[in-house]
T-cell receptor, first 114, second 109 residues
Framework: EAQVTQNPRYLITVTGKKLTVTCSQN?????MSWYRQDPGLGLRQIYY???????DKGDVPEGYKVSRKEKRNFPLILESPSPNQTSLYFC?????????????FGDGTRLSIL | DQQVKQNSPSLSVQEGRISILNCDYT??????FLWYKKYPAEGPTFLIS?????DKNEDGRFTVFLNKSAKHLSLHIVPSQPGDSAVYFC????????FGAGTRLTVKP
């Protein structure tokens, strides 16, 4: 089954404790992206990757890091999480980097930073 | 700044009637528009899209209309079904992808 898998689905942690949210897709997609969803703000892009070893900042990259060492994986790293990073996070992928491609989304990761 | 706006946070309609979800955008560089549907505890799923060279695209019960001069698009669902109850996100692309805040549709039996 074609899918984007995120882990963990839920996480409660404390300020400053490094965490990683993993994202994996099995569709051989070139393009992958991370979004956060906050009430009244919709989905805002954090980082995206057009292909392996190619990453770029989205609208809200502060406090986040990403890497794309393999085509299928695109982890999101919070080196020193803060409460304002409490949010619902989605990973997405599409066949190519063209923005006319519909994206496939994972089921989300709800992070609570205390 | 929110370049894509969905001004109605929620909408409630009766089963069998038409649902109309609206979306406005400000950036004239956007040339491709998409609608996604999201159920609770799931990620958004692609529903329908439209290119800026068209003013209408239809897929079964779902039709998207684009009015470029007004920078407005709408999603029509006819007839609405209880299973259509979800949050609907409008998205626009033209170099990058921007999403609206979403509209929660409730279809009552």
């Amino acid at each position: 089954e074609a899918q984007v898998t995120q882990n963990p689905r839920y996480l409660i942690t404390v300020t400053g404790k490094k965490l990683t949210v993993t994202c994996s897709q099995n569709m051989n997609h070139e393009y992958m992206s991370w979004y956060r969803q906050d009430p009244g703000l919709g989905l805002r892009q954090i980082y995206y990757s057009m292909n392996v070893e190619v990453t770029d900042k989205g609208d809200v990259p502060e406090g986040y890091k990403v890497s794309r060492k393999e085509k299928r994986n695109f982890p999101l790293i919070l080196e020193s999480p803060s409460p304002n990073q409490t949010s619902l996070y989605f990973c997405a992928s599409s066949l190519s980097g063209g923005f006319h491609q519909p994206q496939h989304f994972g089921d989300g990761t709800r992070l609570s930073i205390l | 700044d929110q370049q894509v706006k969905q001004n109605s946070p929620s909408l409630s309609v009766q089963e069998g009637r038409i649902s109309i979800l609206n979306c406005d955008y400000t950036n004239s560089m956007f040339d491709y528009f998409l609608w996604y549907k999201k159920y609770p505890a799931e990620g958004p799923t692609f529903l329908i899209s439209i290119s800026s060279i068209k003013d209408k695209n239809e897929d079964g019960r779902f039709t998207v209309f684009l009015n470029k001069s007004a920078k407005h698009l709408s999603l029509h669902i006819v007839p609405s079904q209880p299973g259509d109850s979800a949050v609907y996100f409008c998205a626009a692309s033209g170099g990058d992808m921007r999403f609206g805040a979403g509209t929660r549709l409730t279809v009552k039996p």
